[in-house]
């Protein structure tokens, strides 16, 4: 899901901005993160120790907003019927996706940052982070960590894998 996301972005603003910035907004992205910017990345052609450095400074980027105004944010918006539902939904399902989070702590949300599956990754370790009542000072060096992790991974499957076989 990841790779077509990324491959929709690259197909539609290459060439129009660079492809730093590219990888950059991407990496900045919910869902796509750190493991998307690395795959635009390499698509657009871009060094890879320039796209590790740029997509991990962007998947970071957004945490520590995310870990300070996430739950003001979540309240002002259970207060609309239209939201209310929809958030109830999405703190439920980062709770469930989160349980090594809330069982080993920061361990837990290392790894739930540090494996690039579907539904993980640094936005939705936050959100666990916050509802967990995880402090920010433990939180975001643990998340760093994480995506530190992601990236390392994400880097061999995108370029070190490719690469040994010419692609």
Known sequence: MAESIAR??????????SSEI????????????????????KL???EFFRAFIICFIGNLLPIPFI???IRKIFNWLKKFKKTEKLIEK???RSIRKADKVKKYRLFGLFLFVAIPLPGTGAWTGA???????????HSFPTI???????????????????GAFGF
Do not use: Q
């Open 8 to 17: 929709f972005f690259v197909d539609n603003l290459d060439g129009k901005v």
């Open 22 to 41: 590219i990888a950059f907004i991407i990496s900045m992205l919910p869902i796509l993160e750190l493991r998307g910017g690395l795959i635009a990345a």
């Open 44 to 46: 657009m052609g871009v």
């Open 67 to 69: 870990l300070l105004f």
């Open 90 to 92: 999405l703190e439920a």
């Open 127 to 137: 959100l666990a982070a916050d509802l967990f009542d995880i402090r920010i000072r």
């Open 144 to 162: 760093a960590v994480g995506v530190l992790a992601a990236g390392i991974i994400m880097s061999v499957l995108a370029y070190a894998i490719p």
